[in-house]
């Protein structure tokens, strides 16, 4: 892979990240916090955003490691599948191979007669 698209892959990659801690940020946000009257938050707002966060994160990570466990095995079938193909191409070229060879051949007794005017 090119350095190119890596480096898009990478950005990709951020931006999904960001994305993922955006919306659990405004998911927490709103569900534990109703209180503006102070710039701090109180223990309940406090406990319910560690709770809620470490749901969201929690609940990601276990379905990354699914996602790359299942992205795993596809790949792996895949590639299954490229291998016997490439078998069955190869194994179709040797066949191939040989029959231009016996058709390729010419008999060593030419016992033809000439013809007769």
């Known amino acids: 892979m090119s350095l190119i698209k890596q480096g898009i892959n990478d950005v990709s990659n951020l931006k999904d990240i960001l994305l993922t801690y955006n919306k659990i940020t405004e998911e927490c946000f709103s569900r534990c916090t109703s209180n503006f009257n102070s710039r701090e938050l109180t223990d309940l707002e406090k406990s319910c955003v560690d709770g809620c966060c470490f749901k969201h994160v929690n609940s990601n990570q276990r379905m990354m490691v699914s996602f790359m466990q299942i992205q795993s095995n596809k790949q792996k079938q895949m590639m299954e599948e490229v291998e016997k193909q490439q078998g069955n191409i190869k194994q179709q070229t ?24």
């Open 94 to 117: 040797n066949n191939d191979s040989l029959i231009d060879q016996s058709h390729d051949k010419v008999p060593s007794n030419n016992t033809t007669k000439p013809d007769a005017e």
